[in-house]
């Protein structure tokens, strides 16, 4: 081997402009509509692999064809149900199914104001805040991360695609990790977009109080031009707030939840903003619709990915790992977590989902996986084609015995590649059933498939359970008693009830 040669070539690697960065720049300079071709779309086609579930070799098998096709003509009545707008989907009165035609309603001209709007405020601002919690957060969050610099904030403003620093608040109420957030936006010029529908939601609310009145402090009067409300269409605190102070606002739709909405102006200003081309998403949700649309079983992936998971659920697997092989998928599978949990767990039943980002968590708890409680469904979100190359360079001791690597030509994407595959070889095996949904490439349009196939699988599998995917009345719980034990105005009653059941319980305390 010419280790001279493998050297120059590793540092003409390493050397290159980062795929990624080359990216966003586009991005920045050519923000305009956007249609795939043919070649794109087979190019960058989703694929759900069930080799080591569906396999009837006569080794290890876990679930038959012929169990799916028992099932089949059940899951596509649930399907049709859903298309026609029928079965338990509603929210009150409301038929939460307005993600479903989603991507065929959204205009190629809303598109088009949502990004104009992102670059008047885009072109005032330094940094961005996006607050949200749950659904107006995940989703957006995830598509940030997954399409952008692992390290965003910290290039210049050229290499973001002449783009501000994004940050999320709103999700949570550490007061350690919001002043310290606050540290990395000292001294920069803010925008802000508060995603609430009702302007209530004690998370965001504290978040949006401290964050406005930092900027009205500074800005003055001219404090709305840097504000931007996603909430209710007609009513709300947000709503009303919105229209004393005069803040540009988009809707969060009655007909879509929370966890359904990346698609909608709670995902798309923010998305924008990060220069992310919001034509493309668009279009990889309307070509998983069109492929999801049908009623062929073994045509349909959200059908079989349904049905696949309601069986091994049946079958007794109550955890799903779901892992990646890529940091900036891993975000997705976070998505993932609040997705199916929220959405199945109802009555006793559904599948704790558990993100893991492969190697690391072989490392960590893969032992289990292989040999632990066969209580696990393993599904791996494959990212196919990484942005960048990245060369194994030769060693002439080969003290750590890669050569052989490096003398086949093989890089640090073949191995990543091989950390979903040996897993799924050796879990397979080790009697954890697993299924592989291979992601082409980190575009918009791959994450756009992504995001509408579990969309509509996990309503499939709600229907399939005899619930309703679409509500989530346990999470009202944590809620009630954490405004209760705040003494909200209305709730005092509560508080008290709640703090005599507690200094009633048996006190263990070691």
Same mark, same amino acid.
């Given at each position: 081997m010419n280790n001279t040669r493998a050297e120059e070539q590793q540092m003409l690697e390493i050397s290159a402009p980062n795929n990624t960065i080359l990216r966003q720049q586009s991005a920045g300079q050519h923000? $305009?509509?956007?249609?795939?071709?043919? =070649?794109?779309?087979?190019?960058?086609?989703?694929?759900?692999?069930?080799?080591?579930?569906?396999? &009837?070799?006569?080794?290890?098998?876990?679930i038959s064809r012929a169990e799916l096709e028992a099932l #089949?003509?059940?899951v596509i009545e649930h399907h049709r149900q859903l298309k026609r707008g029928e079965g338990d989907c509603r929210d009150g009165k409301v038929p939460m199914l307005g993600w479903q035609s989603l991507p065929d309603e959204i205009t190629p001209e809303h598109l088009d104001d949502v990004?104009?709007? #992102?670059?008047?405020? #885009?072109?005032?601002?330094?940094?961005?805040? =996006?607050?949200?919690?749950?659904?107006?957060y995940l989703g957006l969050a995830a598509t940030v991360k997954a399409l952008t610099h692992t390290y965003y904030n910290q290039l210049s403003r050229t290499q973001r695609?002449?783009?501000?620093?994004?940050?999320?608040?709103?999700?949570? !109420?550490?007061?350690?990790y919001f002043r310290d957030t606050l540290d990395m936006l000292q001294g920069k010029r803010i925008g802000i977009n508060v995603i609430s529908k009702s302007g209530t939601t004690t998370e965001t609310a504290i978040a949006f109080r401290i964050l406005r009145r930092l900027l009205e402090e500074y800005e003055g009067e001219r404090a709305g031009e840097f504000i931007v409300a +996603? +909430?209710?269409?007609?009513?709300?605190?947000?709503?009303?707030?919105?229209?004393?102070?005069?803040?540009? =606002?988009?809707?969060?739709?009655?007909?879509?939840?929370?966890?359904?909405s990346v698609l909608t102006d709670v995902g798309l200003?923010?998305?924008? %903003?990060?220069?992310?081309?919001?034509?493309?998403?668009?279009?990889?949700?309307?070509? %998983?619709?069109?492929?999801?649309?049908?009623? +062929?079983? *073994?045509?349909?992936?959200?059908?079989?990915?349904?049905?696949?998971?309601? /069986?091994?659920?049946?079958?007794?697997?109550?955890?799903?790992?779901?892992?990646?092989?890529?940091?900036?998928?891993?975000?997705? !599978?976070? *998505?993932?977590?609040?997705?199916?949990?929220?959405?199945? $767990?109802?009555?006793?039943?559904?599948? *704790?989902? =558990?993100?893991?980002?492969?190697?690391?968590? /072989?490392?960590?708890?893969?032992?289990?996986?292989?040999?632990? &409680?066969?209580?696990?469904?393993?599904?791996?979100?494959? /990212?196919?084609?990484?942005?960048?190359?990245?060369?194994?360079?030769?060693d002439p001791d080969d003290l750590d015995g890669l050569n052989y690597l490096t003398d086949a030509g093989r890089d640090m994407n073949f191995v990543n590649r091989l950390v979903i595959d040996g897993p799924a070889y050796a879990h397979f095996n080790g009697g954890t059933p697993n299924m592989t949904i291979n992601l082409p490439r980190r575009n918009a349009f791959a994450v756009g498939q992504l995001y509408y196939l579990m969309e509509r699988s996990v309503a499939l599998s709600g229907y399939l359970a005899g619930h309703n995917p679409f509500i989530q009345p346990g999470v009202e719980a944590y809620k009630k008693a954490m405004f209760a034990l705040a003494g909200k105005p209305g709730r005092e009653q509560d508080g008290r009830a709640i703090a005599e059941s507690i200094d009633a319980l048996e006190r263990t305390i070691i």
């Open positions: 923000p $305009g509509r956007w249609e795939p071709d043919e =070649s794109f779309v087979r190019d960058n086609r989703l694929e759900l692999d069930l080799t080591y579930i569906v396999n &009837e070799s006569g080794h290890g098998v876990f #089949a003509p059940q990004r104009a709007a #992102a670059d008047r405020l #885009a072109d005032k601002i330094d940094a961005f805040v =996006s607050l949200g919690i749950g659904g107006s695609g002449d783009r501000p620093e994004i940050y999320f608040l709103g999700q949570n !109420t550490d007061p350690d +996603t +909430t209710d269409k007609a009513r709300g605190a947000l709503r009303t707030l919105a229209g004393q102070k005069g803040y540009r =606002s988009f809707v969060v739709p009655d007909d879509i939840g929370g966890r359904f200003f923010g998305l924008a %903003m990060a220069g992310i081309n919001i034509h493309e998403f668009v279009a990889g949700f309307r070509q %998983m619709k069109q492929r999801t649309d049908g009623d +062929t079983f *073994w045509s349909n992936p959200a059908m079989v990915h349904a049905a696949v998971r309601y /069986l091994a659920h049946q079958k007794g697997k109550k955890v799903e790992v779901v892992a990646t092989n890529s940091l900036a998928v891993y975000e997705i !599978t976070r *998505w993932m977590e609040q997705l199916f949990p929220e959405s199945e $767990g109802h009555h006793g039943y559904g599948m *704790w989902v =558990s993100p893991s980002m492969y190697s690391e968590k /072989l490392h960590a708890n893969g032992q289990m996986v292989q040999d632990g &409680e066969r209580n696990i469904l393993e599904t791996f979100l494959r /990212l196919v084609e990484s942005d960048n190359t990245v060369a194994i360079p030769g």
